[in-house]
């Protein structure tokens, strides 16, 4: 049986991981801003849970929680970097301290608990780090450019670390969800651009009412795709990436097969700036 770390565990995705590596016999730290709401979801499991303030943000809050987790339980096997949250508006329209704030969670909170977490796994020989990004990892829509912008750079990170991680025998994944069925589109977890340029209505307004009328219509089950993830961590070698839901298939096909339409059309002028 091995030790998961969660972040982000008061409801949605992170939750549903908690619950499904519990109802697998796993031990579980999960952790959230509010480890109350952790208790409140998951009654019952004294023996196996332990529920820990973590604030991504909080460098001091991550170095405590892990070692909390390694006075508890010894080590952490498998670490799952789940906490974000979403940002809807245009480029423009974002304000320089709304782009920061999201970075700071999805991004620098995601390197802050890596920070924390990766000496235990190296000290061990071994580990598995699974990074939630996003459809929106690998494809930019209108009025979601610098949510993609977190997940592209998550992307990078998770990428690079693989390789860096692997001599020392731990693995790491990026999991690619497409609209899950969470709070991730309510207004308790989304949050809007406070200032609206009417020339972006038809492309960051129209992704404005997209979420408001799509919460509750997310075709993506948190409860499968959890299982998806015990599935994959369980997998003697894990891909780079894990992408879930059949949009998320087609959105990255499509992306993949722009990108190369691109590639071949201006060949000769890329080629035409060698040395
Ligand atoms: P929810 O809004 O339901 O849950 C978000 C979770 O992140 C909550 O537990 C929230 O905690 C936590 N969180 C937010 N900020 C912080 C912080 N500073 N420190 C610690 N925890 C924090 O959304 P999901 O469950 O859907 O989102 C989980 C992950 O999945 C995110 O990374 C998201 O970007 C990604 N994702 C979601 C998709 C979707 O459609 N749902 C699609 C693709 C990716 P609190 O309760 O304290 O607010």
Redesign the pocket.
């Known amino acids: 049986m091995s030790v998961w770390f969660v ?9 549903e991981i908690a619950k499904a590596a519990l109802a697998s016999g796993e031990s579980v730290v999960a ?4 480890p109350q ?1 952790i208790e409140k979801a998951l009654p019952g499991h004294a023996e196996k849970l332990l529920a820990l303030p ?4 909080s460098e001091r809050q991550a170095d405590e929680a892990v070692q909390a987790a390694v006075a508890r339980f010894g080590t952490i096997d498998v670490l799952v970097n ?5 940002l809807v508006g245009a480029v423009e329209e974002t304000s320089d301290a709304e782009a920061r704030a999201v970075f700071d ?2 991004v620098f ?1 995601l390197m802050t608990v890596l920070r924390a977490v990766t000496p235990i796994m190296r000290a061990a020989g071994s580990g598995r780090i699974l990074n ?5 990892g690998v494809v930019a829509w209108a009025g979601w450019g610098v ?1 993609s912008a977190t ?1 592209f750079a998550l992307e990078g990170i998770t990428e690079a670390l693989r390789l860096e991680l692997a001599p020392l025998g731990i693995q790491v994944t990026s999991v ?11 207004s ?3 949050s809007h651009v406070s200032r609206v340029i009417d020339d972006y209505a038809a492309t960051g307004g129209a992704s404005r009412e997209w979420a408001q009328a799509s919460h509750g219509q ?1 075709e ?1 089950d ?1 409860v499968k795709a959890a299982q998806a993830i015990l599935t994959i961590a369980a997998a003697d070698e894990m891909p780079a990436r894990l992408p879930l839901g059949t949009s998320t298939l087609s959105d990255i096909r499509t992306k993949l097969a722009a990108v190369g339409a691109d590639l071949e059309k201006w060949q000769e002028l890329s080629r035409s700036t060698d040395v």
């Open positions: 972040t982000g565990a008061s409801r949605g995705l992170g939750l952790t959230a801003r509010d709401e973590l604030d991504v943000t789940n906490a974000g949250r979403g969670i999805n909170g939630i990004s996003s459809t929106g949510y997940k690619q969800p497409g609209p899950l069925r969470t709070d991730f589109l309510a308790t977890s989304l997310q993506g948190p």
